[in-house]
């Protein structure tokens, strides 16, 4: 008894702290297995991608995507007017207007809870507009715009990508890039 509710305390607190590893080991108490039934694993499957429709994590991708990214907001004046290729997904919030929203990704450097958005407010001067959570590889070129920040009522110059060309594409293996 003593043995569980020290790996129940040890795991709360790795929990709890938001950096415990996807990947902690543990001696776990052995629980029955439940069967699982056909029509589940039915349901299971359809879920999963053959193989051979899956890509694999491309490190140099994404530490490219990471590079290009935080090239601009270090030296946002250099990069105004350059033309940016990125593939990330769609976020859009109530704030944005209609033809506005973030491609990015998530740089992830303990753990993926405290990972943190990662690419450029995006506005979409003509075509159609991409959906929430959709993949897309947008092409444009970088404005700066001032913003207020809302808590702080500080005004800073933010990295704007004018879409010139957003295509929907084949979600990549993962939207987390890995701070090595």
């Given at each position: ?21 996807e ?14 039934s ?5 349901e299971?499957?359809e ?16 530490l ?6 935080q090239?601009?907001y ?6 105004i007017?350059?033309t ?12 944005y207007?209609?033809?506005e ?16 958005p990662?690419?450029?407010?995006t ?21 700066a ?25 084949k ?10």
């Open positions: 008894m003593k043995k569980i509710l020290s790996i129940f305390i040890l795991t709360s607190a790795l929990l709890l702290s938001g950096c415990a590893s990947n902690v080991e543990t001696e776990e108490p052995k629980v029955a297995e439940e069967t699982v056909s029509q589940e694993e039915a299971a499957q879920v999963v991608a053959p193989k051979s429709e899956i890509e694999e994590y491309d490190e140099q991708e994404a490219e995507y990471k590079a290009k990214v090239a601009v270090d030296k946002l004046d250099a990069h007017g350059e940016v290729t990125l593939k990330g997904i769609v976020r859009i919030t109530e704030d207007k209609d033809n929203f973030m491609v990015t990704r998530f740089l992830v450097d303990c753990c993926i809870d405290d990972s943190s990662l690419g450029f407010f506005r979409l001067e003509t075509g159609d507009m991409p959906k929430a959570d959709e993949w897309v590889e947008v092409t444009g070129k970088i404005v715009e001032d913003v207020t920040d809302k808590a702080t009522g500080t005004t800073i110059k933010r990295p704007v990508l004018i879409a010139e060309k957003v295509e929907i594409v979600p990549l293996p993962s939207q987390y890039i890995y701070n090595n």
